[in-house]
């Protein structure tokens, strides 16, 4: 079945994944997460040459790529138990009836398995930790899958380097040959997304990249999903009693979030509607006058960015409060700072279509709502699906005493309708990686939002679910034995169950 | 953001849906189960005079849609106490953590929402279990979804007489109005599936419209999940041994699995791998002969397999067991009983081409294999993705004590590659509506394999994960409250987790 198309590298690298298949997936769980664990160990003792290679490549700080390879690290330590524990099996028994209510019930037992081999596409703004050894790659495997790589252009040497230490690291945990592979080039990341050993397809940049992406594994003769993270703006909403009670932590929350990693996040809030006569034009100006000038990550996003900012300046009823401006070097390097601007309800409602498009780098937009501004009709009026959407409440209205709580509680309902995770009185940069993280959320924001690219619920991305009828033990999964002997949540439905249905909805 | 292209009446019926929401999804999930309840009962009240419209309309006895309106009204009562237990809503709680490995971890909850309004193709060959107040139905009203179901052409009548029953029973219930809408039409349901405010699809049906509405949704300006459940071969594979030790029951199983409701169901076996030399001809003639004549759903179903038939029959090598014939009446209905073909396996091979596309009908191919043939093999040489497939085994080649178990071990293996169910000593129809029930399976069984059409977990389609972050109590779902009012299972991960990760898989 291998595709002509394929260059004869390209066809090894995808029959290696597929020939080791089977193998991953038969893995016992431990030893999958005993992988993991390598993996997690490797790129910590190889940290001070990685990081340097990925500094000179990115521009990123050395602080935070020390700090994220250390999240890269922890997230593999975290799948690596998340195979352990087996949620995402979500192994469930039936015991054969012979009462139940349709005529007699077989033995069904049904979890979820590996999909097979996944192709990651890596991003430009996380060099470890979306990136070869990173999220996607870790829920991966934890799922059984072997896992092939398109590398990032942004940063190839890092991620060759880190592609040896990932495949030494698993190499040496035993895992079968084939269970990792590294390719270059987008026209090769089109041809392995349509080759028909390629299972699904995961992906972290543009809404433009990631839809013609998507389009392609839809398009395929045997469709495929694709778990593309694209583009956010994360709008946030403060309230007036909020501004009066914490005017200064506000401003300087906002431009540390804005400017971080120079903006080049896709959880940077982009628009921020604040109350008329808020007041932190001068306390945005100090803090902004603070941020470090930050390199942006490469010559085309710095010119992208300074486009997009030329426009936004240039829209009407705009009025800078902070002018981060774009410094090129000799380069082609972009430095930046925190560019915030402000703009009326109105002037935004006027202007949206030259407004509302992202500006991946470190700029925001202050939208100013006039008095009795209906906040929650505002998110379908301009906005598509998001990442985040944050709300900034004063303690009395987050306890739910105020005489606008109804209000806030539509506004939050907007938000949960429209985005992935909604934050209070926070900002949506620093996506924690834990077990309840949601990392996505309706298009634009990702191309399938049922499931998330951080925090361990990631790993159901790559599982599909197989019922077993009748099966004898011999030849049934360990993970639905009678015994458990993974001891994986298993749940089990009596003989006898169907004779209760629909009372406990009887009142 | 009404589409200019749907009828006044569409738009209504959309529009509805759309308004109708957020209040069907903020309902507690005891009002949704009590009024999927009342349209179970209202279902059975009106049981005679439906099932006497679906007689007429569809040919199918009137044992078959007692029966089916019974699975109707139990996978209601089903889901009503799966939208209590509140499984698909997945809550998950991560307690703040000022000792969290990659610095202070905020307070995480996260859970399913639904997704909003769902469009429904209705199948034909259900038109109770998969049609207006079917599977899919249940399960996104159970999600807490609007439905707008698209009448399958093959019984309009009866689509409007149950969506009658569904909307007062709805209404009497309590339920929002919009939360049930019915539409006619191949163009109104593809107008109606491109429209925004429709949030997921849900058909069963042939592969090439499944595909064709498959690729409408992927293709919308906002893509959307497409559950698509279309055609599907089901092999079985028959041992040596157990031949040898139920011939007869095997030969009689076959034919009343094959020609069951006129061979119209999507679980048909299609396939069957049976050694060369089985014997079973004159055991499955004779069975054949025993299947009462049986009206197919209308003349293009029946023409077209009659059509299919012929192309069978004249295939190279084809032997004929059972000759069932179709038999037009003078209002062009077809009557059928069972044919069952039988080929070798070389003959199969070299008519690869002409006999692998499903026959819609009573009729059955066996493929006669040489001992010594590697089984697993057969499967990716054949198939594409399956709903089913089966092994037949002896009693002791069953409990995993015979020479062959690494060869049956790896037949299984193969088999949950490519299919959704693995049956053993059984036949696939009559699939088991229980909450471990997969009824789905890779491309082209399925246009998303990663949930199932039958069974509680389907409710898992039509919800979405939502993340809320520091949220306060007055502003948090109560699937999330500490105190978990509703009872769902609620997944904690306790401060200091971070600190063991990796331990566990460290040996």
Redesign the interface.
């Given at each position: 079945m291998a595709q002509e198309s394929l260059t004869p590298e390209l066809e090894r690298t995808v029959a290696a994944a597929a020939d080791a298949a089977?193998a991953v997936a038969?893995l016992d769980p431990?030893d999958r997460?005993?992988a993991?664990?390598a993996v997690?160990d490797a790129l910590e003792e190889h940290r001070t040459e990685l990081v340097e290679i990925g500094t000179t490549e990115t521009g990123l700080t050395t602080a935070r790529l020390n700090?994220e390879l250390?999240?890269t690290a922890?997230q593999?330590?975290?799948f690596?138990?998340t195979a352990?524990a087996g949620?995402e099996v979500?192994a469930?028994?039936?015991e054969a009836d012979t009462e139940?209510?349709?005529g007699a019930?077989?033995d069904?037992?049904?979890m979820h398995?590996p999909l097979?081999p996944i192709l990651n596409f890596a991003a430009s703004n996380f060099p470890f930790a979306f990136s070869v050894a990173g999220g996607d790659t870790a829920s991966a495997l934890a799922a059984g899958c072997p896992v092939i790589v398109k590398a990032h252009s942004g940063h190839p040497e890092l991620s060759d380097a880190t592609a040896q230490v990932v495949g030494d690291a698993l190499r040496g945990a035993g895992m079968p040959a084939g269970t990792f592979g590294l390719i270059h080039g987008q026209e090769n990341g089109v041809a392995v997304l349509q080759d028909p050993r390629i299972m699904a397809g995961a992906f972290t940049g543009s809404i433009a990249a990631g839809r013609r992406l998507?389009?392609i594994a839809?398009?395929r003769p045997?469709?495929i999903?694709f778990f593309g993270e694209l583009g956010s703006v994360n709008p946030v909403f403060v309230t007036t009693a909020a501004v009066a009670e914490r005017a200064d932590d506000l401003a300087s929350g906002l431009v540390t979030s804005v400017s971080g990693s120079a903006g080049q996040l896709c959880t940077k809030p982009g628009f921020v509607f604040l109350p008329e006569g808020h007041g932190l034009d001068a306390a945005i100006a100090s803090a902004a006058e603070n941020v470090a000038e930050h390199r942006m990550l490469g010559p085309r996003i710095a010119s992208g960015f300074a486009r997009r900012r030329d426009e936004i300046l240039a829209a009407d009823g705009v009025r800078v409060i902070a002018d981060g401006g774009v410094r090129l070097d000799d380069d082609e390097q972009g430095w930046v700072t925190a560019t915030v601007v402000a703009v009326s309800l109105d002037d935004f409602r006027r202007n949206h279509d030259a407004l509302i498009e992202e500006a991946f780098g470190p700029l925001t937009i202050i939208v100013e709502t006039p008095a009795g501004t209906d906040l929650a009709s505002l998110l379908p009026e301009f906005f598509?699906?998001n990442l985040t959407g944050t709300?900034h409440?004063s303690a009395e209205e987050?306890?739910?005493s105020t005489g606008n709580?109804a209000e806030?509680?539509a506004l939050?309902?907007a938000l949960?309708?429209q985005?992935?995770?909604?934050?209070?009185?926070?900002w949506p940069t620093g996506v924690?990686?834990?077990?309840?993280?949601?990392h996505?959320g309706?298009?634009?924001a990702t191309?399938?939002?049922?499931?998330?690219s951080v925090?361990s619920?990631a790993i159901q991305r790559f599982v599909?679910?197989?019922?077993?009828?009748?099966?004898?033990?011999?030849?049934l999964?360990a993970a639905l034995h009678d015994d458990n002997p993974l001891g994986v949540p298993q749940?089990r439905?009596p003989a006898g169950?169907?004779t209760?249905?629909?009372d406990?909805?009887?009142?």
């Amino acid at each position: 079945m291998a595709q002509e198309s394929l260059t004869p590298e390209l066809e090894r690298t995808v029959a290696a994944a597929a020939d080791a298949a089977p193998a991953v997936a038969a893995l016992d769980p431990r030893d999958r997460a005993a992988a993991l664990v390598a993996v997690a160990d490797a790129l910590e003792e190889h940290r001070t040459e990685l990081v340097e290679i990925g500094t000179t490549e990115t521009g990123l700080t050395t602080a935070r790529l020390n700090g994220e390879l250390t999240r890269t690290a922890v997230q593999l330590r975290m799948f690596a138990d998340t195979a352990i524990a087996g949620d995402e099996v979500d192994a469930r028994i039936d015991e054969a009836d012979t009462e139940y209510a349709l005529g007699a019930r077989p033995d069904v037992r049904r979890m979820h398995l590996p999909l097979g081999p996944i192709l990651n596409f890596a991003a430009s703004n996380f060099p470890f930790a979306f990136s070869v050894a990173g999220g996607d790659t870790a829920s991966a495997l934890a799922a059984g899958c072997p896992v092939i790589v398109k590398a990032h252009s942004g940063h190839p040497e890092l991620s060759d380097a880190t592609a040896q230490v990932v495949g030494d690291a698993l190499r040496g945990a035993g895992m079968p040959a084939g269970t990792f592979g590294l390719i270059h080039g987008q026209e090769n990341g089109v041809a392995v997304l349509q080759d028909p050993r390629i299972m699904a397809g995961a992906f972290t940049g543009s809404i433009a990249a990631g839809r013609r992406l998507a389009d392609i594994a839809a398009a395929r003769p045997t469709p495929i999903p694709f778990f593309g993270e694209l583009g956010s703006v994360n709008p946030v909403f403060v309230t007036t009693a909020a501004v009066a009670e914490r005017a200064d932590d506000l401003a300087s929350g906002l431009v540390t979030s804005v400017s971080g990693s120079a903006g080049q996040l896709c959880t940077k809030p982009g628009f921020v509607f604040l109350p008329e006569g808020h007041g932190l034009d001068a306390a945005i100006a100090s803090a902004a006058e603070n941020v470090a000038e930050h390199r942006m990550l490469g010559p085309r996003i710095a010119s992208g960015f300074a486009r997009r900012r030329d426009e936004i300046l240039a829209a009407d009823g705009v009025r800078v409060i902070a002018d981060g401006g774009v410094r090129l070097d000799d380069d082609e390097q972009g430095w930046v700072t925190a560019t915030v601007v402000a703009v009326s309800l109105d002037d935004f409602r006027r202007n949206h279509d030259a407004l509302i498009e992202e500006a991946f780098g470190p700029l925001t937009i202050i939208v100013e709502t006039p008095a009795g501004t209906d906040l929650a009709s505002l998110l379908p009026e301009f906005f598509a699906g998001n990442l985040t959407g944050t709300v900034h409440l004063s303690a009395e209205e987050a306890a739910g005493s105020t005489g606008n709580r109804a209000e806030l509680a539509a506004l939050v309902g907007a938000l949960s309708r429209q985005v992935g995770r909604v934050l209070f009185n926070g900002w949506p940069t620093g996506v924690a990686v834990t077990p309840a993280m949601q990392h996505g959320g309706p298009w634009p924001a990702t191309t399938n939002d049922s499931s998330t690219s951080v925090g361990s619920a990631a790993i159901q991305r790559f599982v599909r679910p197989v019922a077993y009828q009748n099966a004898p033990e011999a030849f049934l999964p360990a993970a639905l034995h009678d015994d458990n002997p993974l001891g994986v949540p298993q749940r089990r439905s009596p003989a006898g169950d169907s004779t209760t249905w629909g009372d406990a909805a009887r009142r």
